[in-house]
């Protein structure tokens, strides 16, 4: 490879990460500044609107007629890896930044910074769900399973959904990547409780209002071995 070409191959990587940390910046400080559901709808203009940039572009310069051709080259198993491979990649995104905060200035400020993440992404997880499904206002616990499914995380941990009633449902994840990999390095469990009660009642309040987000259990918990953490979710009809 010329160094040429690897300029350029860095080039194009650069270019992904600037442009993702440009977009969440403009993120974090239009939530700061005009507030969260303020932001998720302009999240939701300036998305679509770059994603149409995007994908015209990319049409141009891969020379595809549109962007269902885009991908017309992957079966249906390599578009499912791809998926997969992406999630955990933004997986792997939250876990750097953490370790480097931490090193840096200790746990309780790296846990700090990311329970107040979780706060923002959270609801604009949700957000972007409801729009990929046509989820409409006020869809019940019907609409968070669907949600809930959809998630980041529903493609690289193991959940499954009990206790179901009319107007409840108990969320566990039964097997976390992020404490198997503890786990195996023999460290305790990583004590994600007060991030996980502004994600899971974040994402709950966003798909539906009405519904009650409780920790049944979540590390530094105990917990038996066959779920990491487990939620309930309640729908209190108003009035």
């Known amino acids: 490879m010329t160094q040429e070409r690897s300029v350029l191959i860095s080039q194009v ?3 992904l990460r600037l442009t993702a940390s440009h977009y969440g910046l403009w993120l974090a400080e239009s939530v700061h500044q005009v507030g969260l559901e303020t932001a998720l709808e302009a999240e939701r203009e300036a998305g679509d609107r770059l994603q149409g940039i995007l994908e015209h572009r990319l049409c141009k310069i891969l020379k595809r007629e549109s962007k269902e051709d885009l991908f ?22 939250d876990g750097v930044w953490f370790q ?47 949600a809930l499914a959809h998630r980041m995380y529903a493609h690289i941990n193991t959940w499954e ?35 996980g009660k502004v994600e899971y009642r974040g994402f709950a309040h966003e798909i539906d209002p009405r519904i009650v987000t409780t920790c049944i259990g979540c590390p530094p918990d105990e917990h038996p071995q066959e779920w990491s953490c487990a939620w309930k979710f309640v729908l209190e009809e108003e009035g």
């Not at 249906?76 to 791809?82: G, I």
């Open 13 to 15: 990587v650069e270019a």
């Open 72 to 93: 017309s080259d992957m079966d249906e198993d390599t578009l499912e890896n791809l998926v997969e491979s992406l999630h955990s990649s933004w997986l792997a995104a």
């Open 100 to 146: 480097a905060i931490e090193s840096r200035c200790g746990m309780d400020d790296a846990k700090r910074a990311n329970d107040t993440c979780w706060t923002r992404f959270a609801p604009l997880e949700a957000h972007r769900i409801k729009a990929l499904l046509d989820i409409g206002e006020n869809g019940g616990l019907e609409a968070l399973k669907r």
């Open 161 to 195: 959904i009990v206790e179901e009633t009319a107007t409840s449902f108990v969320f566990r994840v039964n097997k976390c990547r992020v404490q198997l990999a503890r786990k195996r390095k023999k460290m305790d469990d990583y004590p994600c409780k007060s991030g």
